[in-house]
């Protein structure tokens, strides 16, 4: 089964970069029917996507985060990294990981537990 | 960029049946719509994809439909369990995954 785990420092200050990186087992993040992304959750607020990247290296990002997010794909370890540059007080949030799968009507199907980080300093 | 509209609240007595809509362009024409439900302190889970579509595990008194740029959630025979925010999700090839603002079904 799969499974995914977000780790990474709970606390950042401000202007600094924010680093997750995301452990997959129970399958391989080489597959090209995949993309690898990450989502946030500001406290008590809603979803939001803030992108994704796939095997052969496409990539999405949030128009409205695209200037200072990076997200990228190790396949020795299984695994792959959000960085988020000049982080603010509006980038705490629960960070999730999660599988989508490619093509039209893609959805997340598979979510890590979420970790939550702040941005203070 | 891709937008999606859900009502910000729903309510529903124990036992009745709770529909919670989103809209957004070419729902249920050439977009698909999944739905997530979300409990205090847990992460999302996925109860319907592809519009109407349950993954195993998820109870069949919940469904969904599409068509007219509108998705429905539909709980039936709800459960004091059920008692969640509600993201609907789709896919857009410009803006990649896109969620609704969330929907918090209150079971009085």
């Known amino acids: 089964q799969l499974q995914l785990q977000e780790s990474g420092p709970g606390l950042v200050k401000p202007s600094e970069t924010l680093s997750l990186t995301c452990a997959v087992s129970?399958?391989?993040?080489?597959?090209?029917?995949?993309?690898w992304g990450w989502i946030r959750q500001p406290p008590g607020k809603g979803l939001e996507w803030i992108g994704s990247?796939?095997?052969?290296?496409?990539?999405y990002y949030n128009k409205s985060l695209k200037s200072r997010v990076t997200i990228s794909l190790d396949m020795s370890k299984n695994q792959f990294s959000l960085k988020v540059t000049s982080v603010t007080a509006a980038d705490t949030a629960i960070y999730y990981c999660?599988?989508?799968?490619?093509?039209?009507?893609?959805?997340?199907?598979?979510w890590g537990q979420g970790t939550l980080v702040t941005v203070s300093s | 960029s891709y937008e999606l509209t859900q009502p910000p609240s729903v309510s529903v007595s124990p036992g009745q049946t709770a529909s919670i809509t989103c809209s957004g362009d070419?729902?249920?024409?050439?977009?698909?719509t999944s739905w997530y439900q979300q409990r205090p302190g847990q992460s999302p889970v996925l109860v319907i994809y592809?519009?109407?579509k349950r993954p195993s595990g998820i109870p069949e008194r919940f469904s969904g439909s599409s068509s007219g740029n509108t998705a429905t959630l539909t709980v039936s025979g709800t459960q004091a369990m059920d008692e969640a925010d509600y993201y609907c999700?789709?896919?857009?090839?410009?803006?990649?995954?896109?969620f609704g603002g969330g929907t918090k079904l209150t079971v009085l």
């Open positions: 070419k729902l249920g024409n050439n977009k698909y």
């Open positions: 999700q789709a896919w857009d090839s410009s803006s990649d995954v896109v």
């Open positions: 592809q519009d109407k």
């Open positions: 129970g399958g391989s993040i080489s597959s090209s029917a995949y993309y």
């Open positions: 999660a599988r989508r799968m490619d093509g039209s009507g893609s959805y997340p199907d598979h």
């Open positions: 990247m796939s095997y052969s290296g496409s990539t």
